[in-house]
């Protein structure tokens, strides 16, 4: 490989990495849900949520507290807390799971999200 052939491949790596960040959903999430053991069990818009919620799971309960804009676990039953250490989640789209509880937080847009549009 010529040295011009390693620089173009370079550029082409940092634009696509580049793009791939661009393409991200930043927008903030307006919406809580929250499923343990596979069913919905509350959703409910942020700004209407209390500060903290006391969530019922198999392996205990799971607290969760409304920061600013977003989520985040600050007590939970498991052993190894890993979904406290998740931290806050703000963006749309973005989930904070904690697998021995089987409880999934996630955060959602209210518009109108689609997966694809079929004809």
């Not at 052939?5 to 082409?12: E, K, N, P, R």
């Not at 919406?31 to 903290?52: A, E, F, H, Y």
């Not at 409304?66 to 039953?77: E, L, Q, Y």
């Amino acid at each position: 490989m010529r040295k011009t052939d390693i620089i173009l491949c370079l550029l082409l790596a940092t634009l696509a990495a580049a793009g791939f960040f661009y393409r991200q959903n930043k927008s903030p999430g307006q919406t809580i849900t929250v499923s343990t053991g596979g069913r919905s069990i509350r959703q409910q818009p942020l700004d209407k949520l209390p500060q903290t919620i006391n969530i019922p799971t198999e392996c205990g309960v799971i607290t969760i507290s409304k920061t600013a804009g977003g989520v985040k676990v600050i007590s939970a039953p498991c052993p190894d807390k890993l979904c406290q250490k998740q931290g806050t989640i703000t963006n749309s789209g973005s989930s904070i799971i904690c697998m021995p509880c089987r409880t999934v937080i996630t955060l959602t847009d209210t518009g109108h999200e689609y997966d694809a549009i079929l004809n």
